[in-house]
Antibody, heavy 122, light 110 residues
Framework: EVQLLESGGGLVQRGGSLRLSCAAS????????MIWVRQAPGKGLEWVSTISGSGDNTYYADSVKGRFIISRDNFKNTLYLQMNSLRAEDTAVYYC???????????????WGQGTTVTVSS | QSALTQPASVSGSPGQSITISCTGT?????????VSWYQKHPGKAPKLMIYDVSNRPSGVSNRFSGSKSGNTASLTISGLQAEDEADYYC??????????FGTGTKVTVL
């Protein structure tokens, strides 16, 4: 069964850092780009970042560029999101997601984790 | 990076059809046939309902259909059922290999 399991969320002070993890299983992890998406309380979905299967190419939303770093360990089948200089507006549920096809970064996302909650306090 | 524009809410009676629009620009919806739609219930992970404008993943009811014209994509739900009540989000690939979501539409079954 294809599964994604996020962890690492929690309460952090404004300006602090947090690293999220997403453990993947049931598919050839290294063949797929991976994506982080978040949803702030009462708000809509927001794309955060994408990383290619090899990890060589990364893309970020303007709202997190320069503060967040996406990475992956294809030996551990794990996706990461290092979040630095956190702001109140980064408070959200963070989801990792898998595209429905290999290699491309543009495919619809057919498998999602259950989400991990990040709360930034001021 | 502005979000795609969706109506805040759409409602219909059981059995009726409803359509949700998703308006973007020539840099996203109008540039690629990589529009997808997601259903989201509170506290649950999003679920892929439509990909590549009009394709349904295995297991998704054929009551869900998608289309696109110019910079606007649409999701139609026919034969509306109580279980369809949820939030719906469109998403598009965007120039620069980024992605963008829509503002979201709350579907209410009357």
């Amino acid at each position: 069964e294809v599964q994604l399991l996020e962890s690492g969320g929690g309460l952090v002070q404004r300006g602090g850092s947090l690293r999220l993890s997403c453990a993947a299983s049931g598919f050839t992890f290294s063949s797929y780009a991976m994506i982080w998406v978040r949803q702030a309380p009462g708000k809509g979905l927001e794309w955060v970042s994408t990383i290619s299967g090899s990890g060589d190419n990364t893309y970020y939303a303007d709202s997190v560029k320069g503060r967040f770093i996406i990475s992956r360990d294809n030996f551990k089948n794990t996706l990461y999101l290092q979040m630095n200089s956190l702001r109140a507006e980064d408070t959200a549920v963070y989801y990792c997601a898998k595209p429905r096809q290999t290699w491309g970064t543009h495919y619809g996302m057919d498998v999602w984790g259950q989400g991990t909650t990040v709360t930034v306090s001021s | 990076q502005s979000a795609l524009t969706q109506p805040a809410s759409v409602s219909g009676s059981p059995g009726q059809s409803i359509t949700i629009s998703c308006t973007g620009t020539s840099s996203d919806v109008g540039a690629y046939d990589y529009v997808s739609w997601y259903q989201k219930h509170p506290g649950k992970a999003p679920k892929l309902m439509i990909y590549d404008v009009s394709n349904r993943p295995s297991g998704v009811s054929n009551r869900f259909s998608g289309s696109k014209s110019g910079n606007t994509a649409s999701l139609t739900i026919s034969g509306l059922q109580a279980e369809d009540e949820a939030d719906y989000y469109c998403s598009s690939f965007r120039i620069g290999s980024t992605r963008v979501f829509g503002t979201g539409t709350k579907v209410t079954v009357l």
